[in-house]
């Protein structure tokens, strides 16, 4: 078991089983698993986060910050411009990756798709 100082709000596991993320309200924490103990190996600042989604194939993390969806590389954390996603004009409620991670789909508090 391991304990953070802030509150994890979503958790994702990678495809593989070997790697984990957290979200918190202002942090995207990546872990490796080991056998006894998670060891924290990257963080990266975010703002008012709830959601976090990891792709199907495990190379891409979708991530709710307030309204819009950030897209991250998994392997480098890297969070390019262009794959932020401003579509809602309320709370995301849910992401979805289609099968093949070429996109997502993500609902919103105001019923929006």
């Known amino acids: 078991m391991e304990r ?9 596991i990678h495809p593989s089983g070997m790697f984990a993320v957290t979200a918190t309200k202002y942090s995207i924490k990546y872990y490796a698993i080991c056998l006894k103990n998670f060891e924290m190996y990257q963080e990266t600042p975010v703002n008012d986060c709830n959601l976090i989604k990891m792709s199907n194939g495990g190379h891409l993390l979708a991530a709710q910050e307030q309204n819009d969806i950030c897209v991250f590389k998994f392997w480098t954390g890297e969070r390019p411009e262009a794959m ?13 990756w289609l099968k093949d991670d070429s996109g997502f789909v993500s609902t919103a508090a105001d019923s929006t798709i």
């Not at 932020?84 to 979805?96: E, G, L, T």
């Open 4 to 12: 953070v100082d802030e509150i994890i709000v979503d958790l994702a």
């Open 84 to 96: 932020r996603f401003i579509w809602h004009k309320s709370a995301i409620i849910d992401i979805q």
